[in-house]
């Protein structure tokens, strides 16, 4: 879908310069563990709480601070079977989840520790994008990471990767034999407030999922997903056209702007195709101007918050609902720009405008 904003008169811009945090190179992220998930039903896999995989963030000296952080993972590889299935296919990534299990904090970091209840992670089970895209796992925590005094601290995170069940296991199965193994790795990254990467894991962490043959349990209904920008929302606007909604702002709704279908829990993301908006002449202005935000429609599951993110070039939760439906939701979508915004300079009565993709992950 698209978005523009019309902009007329002359506005004033401050060029905000981004740079890594002050604890770039001061944190160390490192992966543990090697996971093999065994899965032998239709049902999928519910693996133990209890794991040897974990994630280390190590901080060698004091005084190091990293506010806002946050933690993302990608599956660097498409996944190949180690041999020849029925179908050819690759393990779709997305059925393979993460999820955190507990933590444990080493050294004396200042209170309030970065337990994954204080930085809001996700405790459920996260599914993974296509290889090379990102997943968000922690998003950006109230909590920083510190060492204080300490010239050693180390937070450690344990995981645990879940198989999702389903139907698509048959396509998989070994065409000889009984198992068939299929391998990949993931990189963690961590990031700092202006999702400048601060550290990485320098050997990817491996795993692999073994299919066995033949799968328990009868066939299962696989659940029914989509998402679709309805109406007016396709090729929304934003209009500036008078005094007032330079120093007021503006804002649009469209009404069931936005439909999807899940069975089962989900959450959906947005992010703009790049970190500018651009006109045809090639001027631009910096996507964040842009707010937002998901209300309930028509017909929707109310609960949870709506809260209003500012657009990025990558993806941010717009709402995480906890429970399916078996029909149709819709939910409006409000765009906003804020009154008197100081990033915009010099503009032209012309349309500015961006691309913006819309996700829905099941949970």
Known sequence: MGIDVRLAGRWLM????????????QVALQAYGNIVSVVDTRQGLKSPERTNSQLWFVMNRPDIVLQRWTLKARINNVILPNGANVSGQPFPPEKIQFRFTEERIDGSPPQPWPTLAAVNANMGSIPFAA?????????????P??????WWVGILYNFTIDIAGGNYLD????????????????????YDENQVPVATNQHPFTATVQVHKPLRGDPVADPEYGIAVMGGAVDAALAFNTAGSYEQGV????????KVNSSTAYSISVRSMGDELSTAGGHTLPVSMLRVRLQPGSRSAGSGGFPTVPLAAYS?????AGVGDAGSQFFDIEYSVQ??????YATKSTPYSTMLVYQLVPR
Do not use: C, K, M
């Open 171 to 190: 396509a998989l199965l070994p065409q000889h034999g009984s198992v068939l193994e299929y391998p990949y790795t993931v990189s963690f990254t961590l």
């Open 251 to 258: 804002s649009a709704i469209y009404r069931d702007g936005l």
């Open 339 to 344: 009154g008197n915004d100081s990033r915009l």
């Open 14 to 25: 401050a060029v905000a310069v981004l740079h890594a945090g002050a604890a770039s190179g």
């Open 145 to 150: 990471l510190r060492s204080g005094s300490s």
């Open 316 to 320: 941010q939760t717009l709402l995480s």
């Open 131 to 143: 290889p090379g895209a990102e997943i968000t796992l922690i998003p950006t925590s109230s909590i």
